[in-house]
Structures are given as structure tokens and as C-alpha cells.
């Protein structure tokens, strides 16, 4: 009875064992995938609730933060990046699935939903801080921009010269927390109903196939 009751023991403890090992495989290629799914852009043009609003709306994107970026200071607010003497941008920091959406097609509703021939102004926003720029996080994102910048350029599709830089990212300062989610949770207040709303809807009517299923 008792070698019985090893060698049940000695199979259970292998079926558990392999069973683990399994569970960690799954889980590791589970991980992998989510990591090859997920990529980041950073975007500066203009307000960045006007940014936000626009990219939250594609599909593909899984998340848009409104945020600081380009300065030396260390954790700016609001009303230091408002001064314009920080030299950080106002970004929209996006997180997506390049399954789904391609860096490319990111970078033409990021061309269309501004105007990149404008130097630190976007309409009534002028200053420094809000200044067209494409942050790019690898070789192969900073290409893409300049291939496409440039292409724009030799077609003559803006009627002055793009203006837009593109730098490499650096540190992403998230902006306080009533900045995020802005035009969705305050669509009533009046910059939202006299710039981003008129903005939202020019975009959602020109790339209508690429909304998420949500804002069809």
C-alpha cells in the first residue's frame, strides 16, 4: 500500500508540475503577443485636447494621454507650459495596436487634423508650446515622418512649406488628470464647442472607414 500510495503521489506531483509548465508557457506567449501588439505615438499639434480627441477615435487605438514633452524642466504644470518658456509641447501620447493601425495611417490623420505649415500656432493658440511636432520612438518611426513630410512638401499639397519638426521623444509628463479624457467629459464647455468639436466632426466625416466601431 504504501509504494501504491508513492507512486500516485510521484504522478500526480509530474501532473501538476506539467501542468504549471504549460499554464507559464501559455502565459509567456500571451505576453509576447500582447507586447507585439501594443506601440507607441507622440504627436504635438496644437491644444492637446484637440489631439486627444481626435485620436481616441481610431480604431486600433487602445489609449491617448494628454501630456508634456521637448523642455528641460523636470514635471511641468499646465500654467508653466502655458508661459511657453519651458519648451515643452503639448502632446498626445498614443498607445496602439500596429495590427490594426499602421504608424503611417496615424501620421496622415496627424497631418490632416492641423495645420503643419503654421509655426507655434494652431488658430488662436499661439506659442511655443504649441507647435507642430512628430516625437518619434525608433529609426524606423522618424523615416516614415520624414518620407512623409516630405512627400507633402514635393506635391505642394499645404500652400506653404511644412514647418512640422521631428525629434526624438523624450520624457512623457502626463498632464494633470482633468486634462485627460477632456472633450468627452466636458464637450459642453465653449473651447470645446467652437474649436474641437468643429474638429472632431471634419475628421469623423474624412476618415469615417477608420473609426472605431463605438464612434460609427
Keep these: ?19 504549471g509548465y504549460k499554464f507559464n508557457k501559455k502565459e509567456t ?3 509576447q503577443e ?25 480604431e486600433g487605438v487602445t489609449k491617448v494621454e494628454s501630456g508634456y514633452m521637448g523642455g528641460a524642466s523636470k514635471n511641468p504644470t499646465y500654467k508653466e507650459v502655458c508661459t511657453g518658456m519651458t519648451g515643452h ?5 498614443i498607445t496602439y495596436n500596429p495590427q490594426k493601425i ?33 516625437f518619434y520612438h525608433d529609426d524606423k518611426q522618424k523615416a516614415l515622418a520624414e518620407k512623409y513630410k516630405g512627400e507633402l512638401n514635393t506635391a ?9 519638426a521631428i525629434e526624438p521623444a523624450q520624457t512623457f509628463y502626463k498632464a494633470e488628470n482633468y486634462h485627460q479624457d477632456y472633450y468627452n467629459l466636458n464637450g459642453s464647455q465653449p473651447y470645446c464647442q467652437l474649436v474641437v468639436r468643429p474638429k472632431v466632426e471634419k475628421f ?3 476618415f469615417k472607414d477608420k473609426l472605431a466601431k463605438k464612434n460609427q
Excluded at 504627436?43 to 481616441?56: D, R
Excluded at 505642394?156 to 512640422?164: A, D, Q, Y
Design 29 to 31: 506567449i500571451m505576453n
Design 204 to 206: 469623423e466625416k474624412v
Design 89 to 93: 509641447v503639448e502632446v498626445a501620447q
Design 1 to 19: 500500500m504504501k509504494i501504491q500510495s508513492i507512486i500516485l503521489m510521484g504522478i500526480a506531483i509530474g501532473v501538476i508540475t506539467l501542468s
Design 156 to 164: 505642394g499639397i499645404f500652400n506653404s512649406p511644412i514647418v512640422t
Design 102 to 134: 499602421s504608424f503611417e495611417e496615424l501620421l496622415e490623420v496627424f497631418w490632416k487634423t492641423h495645420d503643419p505649415t503654421t509655426l507655434n500656432r494652431q488658430g488662436n493658440d499661439v506659442g511655443t508650446q504649441y507647435r507642430s511636432v512628430v
Design 34 to 58: 500582447t507586447e507585439q501588439d501594443k506601440a507607441v505615438a507622440t504627436f504635438g499639434a496644437g491644444c492637446f485636447w484637440c489631439v486627444e480627441a481626435v485620436f481616441q477615435r481610431l
